[in-house]
């Protein structure tokens, strides 16, 4: 009800504003959503979240790696090359650091 908020928000004045609302003949009311809808639309945004969080990861796989000077191509094959990488010319700290990724990064085989 944003276009009738007339000062600061609370429930006097959110009651206020949809009481109006609604007397105002060029409303327009929208339909309630079947379950259906409800659950495709939870799939959807659980989804998102989740391929947003893969990337978030990913990157920052990438960016601490690339701090022992090895550096990946962006995406998600990237890191997975980055991953399957022999870290034999490297220290002892980052190959310990590669195991334990690796061990923890198993990306899905759909995107």
């Avoid at 309630?32 to 659980?46: A, D, F, I």
């Avoid at 920052?60 to 991953?83: Q, T």
Wanted: charged share 20%.
């Amino acid at each position: 009800m944003k276009p009738y908020v007339k000062r600061g928000t609370n429930d006097a004045a959110d009651a206020e504003a949809t009481c109006e609302a609604v007397t105002r003949p060029t409303i327009h009311f929208v339909a309630v959503k079947s379950s259906e809808q409800q659950s495709l639309m939870l799939l959807h945004r659980v989804r998102l979240m989740l391929n947003r969080q893969r990337t978030q990861i990913s990157n920052a796989i990438r960016a601490h790696i690339s701090e022992f000077g090895v550096v990946a191509p962006v995406g998600r094959l990237g890191v997975e090359r980055l991953l399957m990488w022999s870290p034999m010319q490297t220290t002892i700290a980052f190959r310990k650091t590669h195991v334990s990724v690796c061990r923890c990064w198993q990306p899905s085989s759909k995107s």
